[in-house]
Nanobody
Framework: QVQLVESGGGLVQAGGSLRLSCAAS????????MGWFRQAPGKEREFVAA????????NLAGFGKGRFTISRDNAKSTVYLQMNVLKSEDTAVYYC?????????????????WGQGTQVTVSS
């Protein structure tokens, strides 16, 4: 398995931006598709975005299109989630995940490892 550590969460006003980072260690980072999920209080964990091993394939949840961007740097074993124009409904714990491929990750399937999560709070 690969070990994942998220960072970059915090408190931001509505309309602001945050960039989350997820640093991987252990097994070869470039052998994994990577993704981000989030879980708000009282709700199920939901898919946010996923990116293929090479970065050539990206899947983004509808609520993130036009606002969120996922990217990865295989040389740094890090995946990023840039979030712009944040809304109060984006408040959640954001989790990084390593998996087999982008399509299955979007279905919360084929996930090998999870990070511990980082809190994002958007004040209105």
């Amino acid at each position: 398995q690969v070990q994942l550590v998220e960072s970059g969460g915090g408190l931001v006003q509505a309309g602001g931006s945050l960039r989350l980072s997820c640093a991987a260690s252990g097994r070869t980072f470039s052998s994994y598709a990577m993704g981000w999920f989030r879980q708000a209080p009282g709700k199920e964990r939901e898919f946010v975005a996923a990116i293929s091993r090479s970065g050539g394939i990206i899947n983004l949840a509808g609520f993130g299109k036009g606002r969120f961007t996922i990217s990865r740097d295989n040389a740094k074993s890090t995946v990023y989630l840039q979030m712009n124009v944040l809304k109060s409904e984006d408040t959640a714990v954001y989790y990084c995940a390593a998996g087999l491929e982008v399509p299955s990750m979007a279905r919360r399937s084929g996930i090998d490892s999870w990070g511990q999560g980082t809190q994002v709070t958007v004040s209105s």
